[in-house]
């Protein structure tokens, strides 16, 4: 079974900055994608960014320039490096692993900047 442990939300002043971390447990076959998704109050989840496990990623306008996404591979954990804070990104943040057919997700980590 595969589980996503999320880390490194908190409280944060715009313009700061927080690195969020999710760790993928269990028996994970062939390629996959792992990203990070938010949800703030009233909206719909939106996907924020994601990579590949060849480092293909790709990032949602309102975060390009300003969020960085990565992973390690061997240890199965992607990063969310997250820089210029704004108060629109005040959400509960997700994180994804696709493999195949299958779709896992996190518990999700809150994450609040304040202006």
């Known amino acids: 079974q595969v589980q996503l442990v999320e880390s490194g939300g908190g409280l944060v002043q715009a313009g700061g900055s927080l690195r969020l971390s999710c760790a993928a447990s269990?028996?994970?076959?062939?390629?996959?994608?792992m990203g990070w998704y938010r949800q703030a109050p009233g909206k719909q989840r939106e996907s924020v960014a994601s990579?590949?496990?060849?480092?293909?990623?790709n990032y949602a306008d309102s975060v390009k320039g300003r969020f960085t996404i990565s992973r390690d591979n061997a240890k199965n954990t992607v990063y969310l490096q997250m820089d210029s804070l704004k108060p629109e990104d005040t959400a509960v943040y997700y994180c994804?692993?696709?493999?195949?057919?299958?779709?896992?997700w996190g518990q999700g980590t809150q994450v609040t900047v304040s202006s």
């Open positions: 990579i590949s496990s060849g480092g293909r990623t």
């Open positions: 994804k692993l696709s493999v195949g057919l299958y779709d896992y």
């Open positions: 269990g028996v994970i076959f062939g390629p996959n994608s």
